[in-house]
T-cell receptor, first 117, second 113 residues
């Protein structure tokens, strides 16, 4: 089992540029989550998908952020245009689809460290 | 949303037992409490999960009182490699009706020789 795979591991770009983060969940997992981690705010849930369908995106900070899951093995989180305050570590996680989303352990990738200059 | 609270940091020595408590109000009736461990430059890693009373696995124990408004992660005989940040995670029914996941603020555990 390869686990959750995120790319790139590090991204440095200038303000105003488009940023795309990628995630491959564990095969067979029905739920996919995107989190953001900063020193000030800790771990925040941005959005989650169930069977490729976005269920709750109330954690997405603003319209500059968008997420898609075109199939069961791939998801993207896009920021356009990017701003320095978007600098953070972004994690993707997946979990099996039994019971509620809080009742199944999540498997996290190692994150993308994003720096917006 | 449920508000979860953990101590910011804890110090311990090798071989000691460490107990980390998380407070969580408004936890949903059907939701579990999950604890994760995070090392630098890595994603959180699942440690243990429970609903009520006590759960034990090969690395930790989880104690949950009857009112479920708090939980305590117990690490027996910690080693230097247990130095990490520990998070509790609870599900919560937000006002939208969807379940929301709320991570605790994290407890930074430092284990010294």
């Amino acid at each position: 089992d390869a686990g959750v795979i995120q790319s790139p591991r590090h991204e440095v770009t200038e303000m105003g540029q488009e940023v795309t983060l990628r995630c491959k969940p564990i095969s067979g997992h029905d739920y996919l989550f995107w989190y953001r981690q900063t020193m000030m705010r800790g771990l925040e849930l941005l959005i989650y998908f169930n069977n490729n369908v976005p269920i709750d995106d109330s954690g997405m900070p603003e319209d500059r952020f968008s997420a898609k899951m075109p199939n069961a093995s791939f998801s993207t989180l896009k920021i356009q245009p990017s701003e320095p305050r978007d600098s953070a570590v972004y994690f993707c996680a997946s979990s099996p689809g039994l019971d509620g989303i809080g009742n199944q352990p999540q498997h996290f990738g190692d994150g993308t460290r994003l720096s917006i200059l | 949303l449920a508000k979860t609270t953990q101590p910011i940091s804890m110090d311990s020595y090798e071989g000691q037992e460490v107990n980390i408590t998380c407070s969580h109000n408004n936890i949903a009736t059907n939701d579990y409490i999950t604890w994760y461990q995070q090392f630098p430059s890595q994603g959180p890693r699942f440690i243990i999960q429970g609903y009520k009373t006590k759960v034990t696995n090969e690395v930790a124990s989880l104690f949950i009182p009857a009112d479920r408004k708090s939980s305590t992660l117990s690490l027996p005989r910690v080693s230097l490699s247990d130095t990490a940040v520990y998070y509790c995670l609870v599900g919560d029914m937000a006002s939208t009706g969807f379940q929301k996941l709320v991570f605790g603020t994290g407890t930074r555990l430092l284990v010294s020789p």
